[in-house]
């Protein structure tokens, strides 16, 4: 899933700042996503889909963006490693939690990304020994 992002032009708010948005295909479905952050349109660089240097909040606002197609990025990873089909609506909650029906506790989403790290050992060849220090150092943090 290739990520856009742009701004909302016809939605200009009383300071003159336009939402950033995520646009974008998944399995043929479009995706649209609000990214909460905002700019003004002079300071929009639609090129490289980010904030202009000349922002002084530039740093903030693609440090967020980066942080969304990131995790955007690790969900569908995620997706791809259990054989699941992602969909539009599971990618929306897995960005928003809070407004996901079946939310996971932050409890249960560290042992789940816990679990891909191991797997991710295994994968890369790391030793069964330090693979086995990792799976006791979960059980311990589990209990």
Sequence with gaps: MKIHFKLLLDKID???L???FIRSKLNGKEFKYFTREKCLPKDWNAEKQQVKRSSPTY??????LEKIKMDISHYLHHCKISNITPSVESVKNALSP??????KTN???FFEYYSLFLEYLT???AKES???HYAI???HLKK
């Design 14 to 16: 009383k300071d003159g």
């Design 18 to 20: 336009c939402p950033i």
């Design 59 to 64: 740093r903030n606002i693609n440090e967020c």
């Design 98 to 103: 809070k407004i996901a029906e079946n939310k």
């Design 107 to 109: 409890t249960e989403m």
């Design 123 to 125: 994968k890369k060849g």
């Design 130 to 132: 330090s693979i086995k």
């Design 137 to 139: 150092t979960r059980n």
